[in-house]
């Protein structure tokens, strides 16, 4: 079965950095564009970045530029999300996901979703 996990949230205060990973089980990271997402209490969920192998095309939504970094071990099926400069507004539930596809698809079409974990940034 296929499978997402991701793993490295906790509490950090800003300015800080945390290193999220997506490890992936049931899938080949080749075939699949993988993204994280992050959900803050009450709102929607929103795309933060996706990593695609297939066209070699990493994607950044404008508020986390600069200083987020997408990448992925391919020999692990694992993806990780570098997060650096944190702030207290990227305090929210972060998720990755994946879709079969050759290039990062549009945020909605992701249909295969881990469990969540937390990121608290303090002020």
């Known amino acids: 079965d296929v499978q997402l996990q991701a793993s490295g949230g906790g509490l950090v205060q800003a300015g800080g950095s945390l290193r999220l990973s997506c490890k992936a089980s049931?899938?080949?990271?080749?075939?699949?564009?993988i993204g994280w997402f992050r959900e803050y209490p009450g709102e929607e969920r929103e795309g933060v970045s996706c990593i695609s192998s297939g066209d070699g095309k990493k994607v950044y939504v404008d508020s986390v530029k600069g200083r987020f970094t997408i990448s992925s071990d391919n020999a692990k099926n694992t993806v990780y999300l570098q997060m650096d400069s944190l702030k207290p507004e990227d305090t929210a539930v972060y998720y990755c996901a994946a879709l079969y596809a050759r290039s990062c698809p549009s945020w909605y079409d992701y249909h295969i979703w881990g469990q969540g974990t937390l990121v608290t940034v303090s002020s």
């Open positions: 049931g899938i080949t990271f080749d075939d699949y564009a």
